[in-house]
Every structure is written in C-alpha cells, then in structure tokens.
T-cell receptor, first 113, second 112 residues
Framework: GENVEQHPSTLSVQEGDSAVIKCTYSDSASNYFPWYKQELGKRPQLIIDIRSNVGEKKDQRIAVTLNKTAKHFSLHITETQPEDSAVYFC????????????FGKGTKLTVNP | DVKVTQSSRYLVKRTGEKVFLECVQDMDHENMFWYRQDPGLGLRLIYFSYDVKMKEKGDIPEGYSVSREKKERFSLILESASTNQTSMYLCASILSGGLQQFFGPGTRLTVL
C-alpha cells in the first residue's frame, strides 16, 4: 500500500524566513496530494492541494510543488509569520479499490518573532 | 459550510469500559473516516465507510469496531477500552468522488 514519509519532523524559522516541508510517496498511482494545517487544539484544515497533472500551485504565500518522477512533493511557505506556527501534514490519495488519504507523520513548524 | 461534529471533546473512561465515539456530518457525504492522532505518529486510519452499513478496516483496526446505520452518523466503538487507546480521535468526511476531506474537532480520550 501507499506509504508517505514527511521531513523534517520539527522546523524552527525566524519570522520572515521561508519554510520548506518535504514528503515522498511510494505508490505511483496516487494522484492527489493535499496539505493540512493543524493549529494547537484545533482540527486539521486543508490549506493547499495539488493534482498529479500539475507541477506547481501557489496561493499567496503558500506553494506546493510535485515531482511525479521522483515521487515527492513539497510545501513552501514564504515570508513566514508567527500565525504560521502549527503542525503541517502532507497526504496522498490512494488509488485502486478503496480511495483514502495516507498521511505523513507531520511537521511542527515554529515561527519565532 | 460543511460541518463535522463529534459527540465529546474530552472523555475519561476506565479500563474495560465500552466506549462510543459519535461523529455526525451535515453535508450528505458518503465517505466517513475515523483516525487516531498520537504525537510523532501522525494521523492513522482506524476504519472507514463508503456507505450506510458498509465498513472497511484501516491501518490499525485492532481493538475497535464501527457502526454506520445512517448516512450522516459514523460511530467508533471501543469494546473494552485499554490504556493504550488513550489518544486524540478525529472523524472526517468527504463527498464520494470529491477530494477535500473535512475533519471534526476531535475527541481526546483518556483511559485510566
């Protein structure tokens, strides 16, 4: 089945710097890759996603890139702000049979003022 | 706006008790999921359901069962709670053929 690896597990940056979180997946049939942000004590919320027919997608300060050949995708946050501090999860949608999301283990991002 | 609700935010139970966690969604979603979230382990899928009365095992189904008698409600059952089931439990739903999965607020279960 699908396996998603996420790195790093923790990331600390200064306000205004960029942050990059990387994920790899194992099943080349996976075709949808969302990123969720979970603030302390809250539910995970979708912040950006990408389908396999696209190489990059941007939404203001957030971007996601996908390399299908290498089977990895990354979240890029520019001009980080303290409110970006949260746990971020990547995921891949499995194909064939039952569709479900397989999540990475999460990255705790801390943005220091 | 999709709303996914869970019956309790915090729950404390004793070892051996039968525990019911309820999840309700109001957007007529076919697909519903139960995850547990533990530090450093991310979100692990326990069970999911694609339709009423239908269920499939996820990655860690041992010690759990589920019930889906109505489309909007998906229940997670711990037949005999154990201390290693102390965790945060998250429910989620998604429209069949859709992509965005919506999460409930979570239930933090402590088993003493």
């Amino acid at each position: 089945g699908e396996n998603v690896e996420q790195h790093p597990s923790t990331l600390s940056v200064q306000e205004g710097d960029s942050a990059v979180i990387k994920c790899t997946y194992s099943d080349s049939a996976s075709n949808y890759f969302p990123w969720y942000k979970q603030e302390l004590g809250k539910r995970p919320q979708l912040i950006i996603d990408i389908r396999s027919n696209v190489g990059e997608k941007k939404d203001q300060r957030i971007a996601v890139t996908l390399n299908k050949t290498a089977k990895h995708f990354s979240l890029h946050i520019t001009e980080t702000q303290p409110e970006d501090s949260a746990v971020y999860f990547c995921a891949a949608l499995t194909q064939g049979g039952s569709e479900k999301l397989v999540f990475g283990k999460g990255t705790k991002l801390t943005v220091n003022p | 706006d999709v709303k996914v609700t869970q019956s309790s935010r915090y729950l404390v139970k004793r070892t051996g008790e039968k525990v019911f966690l309820e999840c309700v969604q109001d957007m007529d979603h076919e697909n519903m999921f139960w995850y547990r979230q533990d530090p450093g382990l991310g979100l692990r899928l326990i069970y999911f359901s694609y339709d009423v009365k239908m269920k499939e095992k996820g990655d860690i189904p041992e010690g759990y069962s589920v019930s889906r008698e109505k489309k909007e409600r998906f229940s997670l059952i711990l037949e005999s709670a154990s201390t290693n089931q102390t965790s945060m439990y998250l429910c989620a739903s998604i429209l069949s053929g859709g992509l965005q999965q919506f999460f409930g607020p979570g239930t933090r279960l402590t088993v003493l």
